[in-house]
């Protein structure tokens, strides 16, 4: 193997890696890809702190501090305890977030776009590698000036805009911690999120289109600010093109785009490997939401891991994940900048006027890798899109999924109607470690229906309840060695208690090595070819007549079905052994009521395609599904409303449609055992 620029960075990472770590001869990775993949896998997550440092030492990372990493640090100076939770990466090392965009901002053509934001009209926000310098450090030294110091946290309830990014990387660049709400939510539900962290500082904009139609925030920016009694100055971000005269009380205000009118050189701080740059939270469903601590080193190894390697993205490219500030993608979509690569944010409903217009986007701004959900993709195959033909998406190579299981019929969708030479990645991971454990991957072959491979430096397996590494069977997700961008910690945790209890504490079955891993809540096979296919949460198994079965392998199947717009598959145990297995679906706009005819054909696809075993107990049209603001299914606390429980810690500003829940009150009361 010789590095010369046709190679891909996968390729050159591997031509430089310890002989010991490559694939056999014969074995080479562009040879057979699956196989070499899979052993350099197997060195990666069996030699954790050799994989990272030669990460590390690949992409070109530098420590500001004296403690500098080189292919020969000793591996006890880059992972110095390796036991979960509580594994010390880099201990010594300084760096900052930022440092390594400035760095991209440095080598880019300066004239280039480093972030776009796209409005729903169509309006376009741009900042170029050239002005993002200095518009970082006009906010930066704003934050200095109000007060903001290392270890402050900068709070912001925000739409998805590319001033929003500028914002964070001000406030990483001098060690403060930053945490982002989406303008979606209900100022109660953002107080208890970010009402935890004390802010500072607040940042809010103005309002924003959705749906074609304006969302005006200014009042709800003000019941936040009332909220949290620690917030003394706030950023404003007026996004109207007709602004309206905008007053917030008790705090002192400045306009952020007046700030970022007067560039400032950029003065980064360096902080410790594992300084907080950012909380992140969990969806806060079935309590208070938990507040996860990243650190810089840790995101931005993982980010460029995962960008660089797995995505392939390579500077010049642009990089789009429709998203929003509460979900950990903006996050992830951020990391585009490490590398070099321009990102862009859509602030509007993926779905107005109709499916394409997230497709609009990826021709207009010459995307490269489009992430979206499994949800747009299926509307867009049930609207008879033919983006491929209708767009030019000839810059257009990948397109990511993540938020729930992608179908193997949306697989197939995407290079018959996108582009045959359009590969599908399908990701999985999760706000706890703001990364993805599993996915596609460039140069590996993708199978419908399933993820492409684990990770590198991912020791993701399948397990049974006794510890046992399992192989094309079902099993709880656990990863068992710990990675760089796992939780620093949770927020207002001291003693780690409910950190550990989140992850590490499950009750495993026999007398096997009771040693710490992460189990990460999902049903998963690993199969013998080393890819996988994730079945559902764990705690939400279908288990009926003794059998398991992932609620993701019936939505699959029904939501193949023409007039099924989504589904929602429970189950409920009653008295005696009773078991209830409703399933609820929503159907395509102008179509037919649900009826007898439409009930079979679901049944029949269920039982031939599936297994007589998963056909519910009944059918129910239901006026939608409930949602976690990122788009999980709510189906742990519903099926406990559908048992009628009482104990069901289920916060309804959590909720994308908390008006749903009362049907569900109602059909579970209404159910007869």
Known sequence: MTDTDAMT???RFVAQLPPQARPAEGSLVADDPVDGYSRVWEWSVENPAGFWRALWVFTGMHSRSDEQVTETTPLDRVLASGVMPGAVWFPGVELNYVDRVLASCA??????????????????????WGDLPGRIGAVAQWLRESGVRRGDVVAAYLPDIADAMVAFLATASIGAVWSGCGADYAPEGAAARLGQLRPVVLIVADGYLFGGKWRDKRADAQALVDAMDTVTTVGVIT??????PWTLGGVTRADLHDVMAHPVDPVVEAVPFDHPLWVLFSSGTTGRPKGIVHGH????????????????????????WHTALSWMMWNYRVGGLLAGVGVVCYSGSPLYPDADRLWQIVESERVAYLGTSPGQIQASRKADLRPGEAHDLSRLRTVGSTGSTLAADLFEWIPDAVGVDVTVSSVSGGTDVVTAFAGGSVGIPVVPGELSVRYLGVALHSWSPDRRALVDEVGEMVITAPMPSMPVGFWDDEDGSRYRAAYFEHEWEGERSSEPVWRHGDWVTVTSRGSLVIHGRSDATLNRHGIRMGSADIYEVVEAVPEVAEAFALGVDGPEGAYWMPLFVTLMPGGDPLDDGLRDRIRDAIRTRLSPRHVPDEIVEAPGIPHTRTGKKLEVPVTGILAGRTDVALDPRSVDDPDLLDFYREQGAAHRW
């Not at 931005?300 to 995505?311: D, F, N, S």
Request: charged share 20%.
């Open 107 to 128: 080598t880019a053509d300066g004239e280039a776009a480093a972030i776009v934001g796209v409005d729903e009209d169509g309006g376009r926000t741009v900042h170029t």
């Open 239 to 244: 996004t109207a093109d007709d602004a309206q």
């Open 297 to 320: 080193g840790g995101v931005v190894l993982e980010h460029l891991k995962v960008l660089v390697l797995h995505a392939g993205l390579v500077p010049g490219d642009v990089f789009f």
């Open 9 to 11: 960075a996968f390729d």
